[in-house]
């Protein structure tokens, strides 16, 4: 299954992000999809996951409430749009850490978290808005994404609440 380590935005930034203009013609992700990917995990064998649980919890364990900043605009990159999410750094290394031993890193590093809106084949012309929010992420969660075309699923398998 594809898993990811990720902290999904309260609903006030849900709000924010859900009246920016959305160009025709493009795949717009729903709130549903809105989640703040820390560590995308990939495709990771059902087995893994107790250790991932138990590796996450020894790492997360009085792990602080982290700041958040969304934007300042969106952004195109590769084929999709997306909003730069700020003040992971920390928290993301913590999980990068914690979990690199179990599911080696394949990703670009430094990773960068990002809220996706679009994804296809996106103009780079649709980025470029503004757009803000501020907020603190109190808990990360270990998803799931059971997804098909056209139905966005997501399952948090576990939570961890960060400290306030």
Do not use: Y
Request: proline share 12%.
């Amino acid at each position: 299954m594809r898993l990811s380590v990720a902290i999904w935005p309260p609903p006030e930034i849900v709000d924010v992000l859900g009246v920016l203009e959305r160009a025709p013609g493009i795949a717009w992700s729903v709130p549903a999809q809105w989640l703040i990917k820390v560590r995308p995990l990939g495709t990771v064998p059902d087995r893994l996951v107790p250790d991932l649980v138990e590796a996450l919890t020894d790492a997360l364990e009085g792990a602080p409430a982290t700041p958040c900043a969304l934007g300042p605009r969106t952004r195109a990159l590769g084929g999709w749009i997306g909003v730069p999410v700020a003040g992971l750094d920390d928290l993301g290394a913590a999980v990068f850490e914690a979990t690199a031993p179990i599911v080696p890193v394949t990703h670009p590093q430094p990773f960068q978290a990002f809220v996706v809106l679009a994804r296809g084949r996106v103009p780079a012309r649709a980025a470029g808005q503004a757009i803000s929010g501020i907020w603190i992420a109190d808990r990360i969660s270990l998803v799931a994404d059971r997804s098909a075309p056209g139905r966005p699923r997501f399952e948090n398998l576990a939570g961890f609440p960060l400290s306030a």
